[in-house]
């Protein structure tokens, strides 16, 4: 290995890193929605709840004999290192050996890794997305332009990206705008570019969802105002929302159907809610109700977006919160998709450990991501812009949670934690200000200790999906 060069070195060990992981964990875990999507695979009927844009992928290995999650799995763990490989190898390459090393260490963190290997639409998004960031990052780093088909193949994994995840606009928009720009950050002429883009694909995206691959229109567009209508009434009174009688969302109260953590209730053992306004206010009705409410209880409605978004940020929550913890086994199924060996549940324990302590708190890295953006985003070295453009498609996805989310589930925050990491690490090789370093180390430590106070002296609440949904 001597006579090999550092950034073959690093690439070869990146390979290993995934072979390791595939043999381990082969053939990926099948949660919940993966079962979902593989019902669709098999049926030939799809629906936009979950990406088509994934489930149609899957198909074409399916209707090639191919069958089970295994296909997926390989997709998302080559995709995976083959970003990272890039990235540590290109690091390597410039003689930054402990950077290249760091970003390989990002890679097997037990939170990422176990996440990682669960075939869902946030494995598939972030391995994308990564190998999108280590294409760039091999001739970036050089400053050297990108080859056409090296640009367009960032294109190809960007769009992918996008369309798996209603909300990855808000982290391909900005990555783009990095990987394929040139030239020192403009904040506000990229910001309004930015800002016509990520509108721009929210418009596309249930056209192509439904005239290009064909799904169904589903409710999934629902959830939102009903989450934030039920948020408001729990905080300004069931008189506030008229779309309903006071009567059901006292009811609602009464069986505690109305969580910081999730929606799921309203749409399930609460359903008489969901029930109640689909006959009460039908198709865009809902969405009139949903913004003439926040319109008339903008207060009620910003409590109620800040209580979700502190539990899906996991600031100050109990430990073991619920959603954090990888699942080490496939869900009970009768489609053929098995799991992966026992002994791999000690891993996903070591995950779940590390997920919901403060070092795992995605609050914590959005921090991080804000320090980056502060320190960096004025440099106009390759390292520096790239760390801007991930440390940006993190803070943009963690603070979009404000106003779309309406799920706490540690995943959802899968690429905005790893990008943060890597932008950490490309920052930590450019000269920055001494005072705004120790200003973000002080940022850190007080959010952290927060966390962690929080942790020792809330009550707990239950870590499973039975009891985030009460």
């Known amino acids: 290995m001597s006579r090999v060069s550092p950034a073959a070195r690093a690439a070869i060990a990146a390979a290993l890193l995934g072979l390791f992981m595939l043999a381990c964990f082969w053939p990926g875990v099948a949660m919940f929605d993966t079962l979902n999507q593989y019902s669709q695979v098999v049926s030939g009927s799809y629906d936009d709840w979950h990406p ?44 930054s050996r402990i950077a290249s090393g760091a970003v390989l260490l990002l890679g097997i963190w037990p939170p990422f890794a176990g996440w990682q290997v669960a075939v869902l639409k946030d494995g598939q998004m972030a391995g994308a997305l990564l190998a999108a960031t280590g294409l760039a990052c091999w001739w970036r780093l050089e400053g050297r332009a990108l080859p056409r088909w090296a640009a367009g193949l960032i294109v190809l994994l960007l769009l992918y990206a996008t369309l798996v995840r209603i909300n990855a606009v ?52 629902r959830s939102l105002p009903i989450y934030d209508l039920a948020g408001i009434a729990h905080h300004a009174g069931p008189d506030a929302v008229p779309v309903l009688p006071a009567k059901l969302w006292r009811a609602a109260e009464a069986q505690h159907c109305i969580r910081p953590l999730l929606w799921d209730p309203l749409g399930d053992r609460c359903d008489f809610v969901s029930d109640g306004l689909e006959a009460a206010a039908p198709g865009h009705a809902l969405t009139q109700a949903w913004i003439g409410t926040i319109a008339h209880h903008p207060l009620a409605y910003a409590t109620h977006r800040l209580a979700h978004w502190n539990a899906t940020m996991r600031w100050i929550v109990p430990e073991r919160y619920p959603l954090a913890e990888p699942q080490a086994d496939s869900e009970p199924n009768s489609l053929g998709l098995g799991s992966p060996a026992r002994w791999t549940a000690a891993f996903a324990r070591i995950a779940g450990w590390l997920a919901e302590s403060p070092l795992g708190a995605p609050i914590v890295w959005l921090v991080a991501a804000l320090a980056v953006l502060a320190l960096a985003w004025r440099r106009e070295e390759a390292r520096s812009r790239l760390a801007v453009a991930l440390a940006l498609s993190a803070a943009l996805t963690e603070l979009a949670f404000l106003v779309i989310s309406v799920a706490a589930d ?51 609440v239950g870590e499973d999906y039975a009891a985030a949904a009460g």
């Open 410 to 460: 540690y995943r959802y925050h899968f690429w905005a934690m790893l990008a943060t990491g890597l932008a950490v690490v490309l920052a930590a090789g450019v000269k920055l200000s001494r005072r705004g370093l120790r200003i973000a180390l002080v940022a850190l430590l007080m959010v952290g200790a927060t966390t962690l106070v929080a942790r020792i002296a809330l009550p707990a």
């Open 52 to 95: 088509p844009a994934m489930a149609r992928l899957w198909s074409l290995f399916h209707g090639a004999g191919w069958h089970g999650q295994a296909p997926m799995f390989l997709l998302q763990m080559l995709l995976y290192w083959t970003g990272l490989g890039l990235i540590a190898a290109a690091l390597a390459r410039r003689g």
């Open 170 to 221: 808000f982290a391909t928009v900005p990555l783009a705008f990095g990987l394929l720009g040139t030239g020192p950050w403009r904040p506000v002429r990229h910001g309004v570019l930015m800002l016509a883009a990520m509108i721009a694909m929210l418009v596309a995206m249930p056209v192509v969802n439904h005239a290009i691959f064909r799904a169904s229109a589903s409710d999934v567009g």
